[in-house]
């Protein structure tokens, strides 16, 4: 399984795939758009946008390299939310998953800890919350998601969860925008069910970085449920969480 859209297997550019260079920092941009149900059928994708920031020396850039991917990643959000209507007033939940104990799995955990929101105002419109995974609380992600968009008349879910890549320089670098919701534990087979406009009744927006290969992808005779992880995951994970926590509060402020 992929994660990623432009791991599908497919040739992505005679439907419309672009892929765009920044000038700096050895940074790309693809963008790609399936809006009619034949081609969603074809290419085996879900219909919306997709938008990845590819950004291979970010770890050797360090801060001033994450500040150009908020930005770049803040542009689309923009774009995405002028389109959607989504306004400082919408009502939105941030959707942080993953499993916090494990590194690779706490990208969520390291967005909600940077989000911000003002718990104590009567006009806070914008909650976010850590579910954990099923095997830690028997409770599936997407009853709690619609639990609370319904509690809470949530408008908008902004979804956000760990990835996997089946190119080893694509960990920890490429991150990813769609607005069609996302299928916890896809890309490690194990599958949740999908949170989108249809399964929780509020539009879905899915923002992900990967931080997981399986080891069968770099050597066929590895097993093939071997899931690793780079060796400076824990900081990395950080920084990643920081940028797209970043992207998310200039855009919802």
């Not at 003002?118 to 599936?140: L, M, R, V, W």
């Amino acid at each position: 399984m992929f994660d990623l859209v432009d791991e599908c297997g497919k040739d992505l550019k005679e439907y419309g795939y672009s892929v765009k260079s920044e000038g700096c920092y050895n940074i790309t941009t693809a963008s790609l758009l399936i809006e009619s149900e034949e081609k969603s059928k074809k290419l085996g994708l879900d219909k919306g946008e997709y938008f990845i920031v590819n950004s291979p020396n970010l770890y050797d850039y360090g801060l001033e390299c994450g500040h150009y991917v908020t930005k770049l990643l803040t542009k689309f959000l923009r774009k995405i939310a002028k389109g959607l209507n989504i306004s400082n007033k919408s009502k939105v939940l941030i959707a942080c998953l993953g499993n916090p104990d494990v590194t690779a799995d706490r990208l969520g955990k390291a967005v909600f800890d940077e989000i911000k929101i003002d718990a104590f105002s009567k006009e806070n419109n914008i909650f976010k919350f850590c579910p954990n995974i099923y095997f830690s609380t028997g409770i599936e992600t997407i009853d709690m998601v619609k639990m609370l968009v319904r509690e809470k008349n949530v408008e908008f879910v902004f979804i956000i969860d760990s990835l996997t890549t089946n190119a080893i320089s694509r960990l920890g670098t490429s991150f990813q925008i769609t607005t069609n919701g996302m299928t916890p534990g896809s890309g490690v087979n194990r599958f949740g069910k999908r949170i989108n406009k249809e399964s929780v009744n509020a539009v879905c927006l899915s923002f992900g970085v990967p931080f997981m290969i399986f080891a069968s992808d770099l050597n066929k005779k590895s097993p093939e449920d071997l899931v690793l992880a780079p060796k400076d995951i824990k900081e990395n994970v950080e920084f990643a969480g920081f940028i797209i926590a970043s992207a998310i509060n200039e855009v919802l402020k």
